[in-house]
C-alpha cells in the first residue's frame, strides 16, 4: 500500500526567510509522481511543484525547490524568501497508475 | 479564466433530504473527482471518472452517488445527507489518470442542519 507522511501539522516562518516542509512516501512501485499542492485560507487547491521519480534532478519553480531523494523516500519543500501570501495548508501527494494520494498537510504561517 | 467550476459553492440542506454538487471544467480532461475534505483534513478520494468509466473507492458510502453526462459535467449526489457528510466537497480534474497533474475547483461548502 502506498502512503504519505508530512510529520509537520504546523510550522511558522518569518516573511523573507526559507523554510523546509517534510514529507516521506511508501510504495514499491518504481515510476511514480510527488506533488506538492497549496491550499490557501481561501480554500482552491493549487499546484506547487511536481517531480517526476525518474529524474534524478531536484524540481524547481521559483522560490520553490524540492529536495527528493528517492532511496529515502523523502520528498521535502523549501520555501525561499517566505512571503504572507505562503501562509497556506501544503499537502504532499503521490501519484501512481489509478491512485492519488495526500499527506495529512502542514499549516505554514509566514510570519511578518 | 476559471477551468474547473463548482457550484454552489455554499449549500445547505437539511438532514435526509437529497442534495447534488455541480462541477464543470473547460480543459477536456479525460478524468474528473470528487473528494471530500473535513476540517484541517487532507482531502478523501471518494471516486473518479474516466470517460464514462466510473470507479468507487472501496470505503465510500453508497449514500454518495456519482453522474458525467458529458465530459465537461460531473455531479455528486448524497442521497441522504447525514450531520457527518457535513464538509468541503472538492472536484478535480486531470488529463490522464495517475501521473499527470490535477486541477482542482474552489470547492463546495456542505452545511447538514
Known amino acids: 500500500a502506498q502512503t504519505v507522511t508530512q510529520s509537520q501539522p504546523e510550522m511558522s516562518v518569518q516573511e523573507a526567510e526559507t523554510v523546509t516542509l517534510s514529507c516521506t512516501y511508501d510504495?514499491?512501485?518504481?515510476?511514480?509522481?510527488l506533488f506538492w499542492y497549496k491550499q490557501p485560507p481561501s480554500r482552491q487547491m493549487i499546484l506547487v511543484i511536481r517531480?517526476?521519480?525518474?529524474?534524478?534532478q531536484n524540481a524547481t519553480e521559483n522560490r520553490f525547490s524540492v529536495n527528493f531523494q528517492k532511496a529515502a523516500k523523502s520528498f521535502s519543500l523549501k520555501i525561499s524568501d517566505s512571503q504572507l501570501g505562503d501562509t497556506a495548508m501544503y499537502f504532499c501527494?503521490?501519484?501512481?497508475?489509478?491512485?492519488?494520494?495526500f499527506g495529512t498537510g502542514t499549516s505554514l504561517t509566514v510570519i511578518p | 479564466d476559471a477551468m474547473v467550476i463548482q457550484n454552489p459553492r455554499y449549500q445547505v440542506t437539511q438532514f435526509g433530504k437529497p442534495v447534488t454538487l455541480s462541477c464543470s471544467q473547460t480543459?477536456?480532461?479525460?478524468?474528473m473527482y470528487w473528494y471530500q475534505q473535513k476540517s484541517s483534513q487532507a482531502p478523501k478520494l471518494l471516486f473518479h471518472?474516466?470517460?464514462?468509466?466510473?470507479?468507487n473507492e472501496a470505503d465510500t458510502p453508497d449514500n454518495f452517488q456519482s453522474r458525467r453526462p458529458n465530459t465537461s459535467f460531473c455531479f455528486l449526489d448524497i442521497r441522504s445527507p447525514g450531520l457527518g457528510d457535513a464538509a468541503m466537497y472538492l472536484c478535480?480534474?486531470?488529463?490522464?489518470?495517475?501521473?499527470?497533474?490535477?486541477?482542482f475547483g474552489p470547492g463546495t461548502r456542505l452545511t447538514v442542519l
Open positions: 478535480a480534474t486531470s488529463r490522464d489518470l495517475g501521473v499527470n497533474t490535477q486541477y
Open positions: 510504495t514499491s512501485e518504481n515510476n511514480y509522481y
Open positions: 517531480q517526476e521519480a525518474y529524474k534524478q
Open positions: 501527494a503521490f501519484s501512481t497508475g489509478n491512485q492519488f494520494y
Open positions: 480543459l477536456n480532461h479525460n478524468v
Open positions: 471518472y474516466y470517460d464514462k468509466d466510473f470507479n
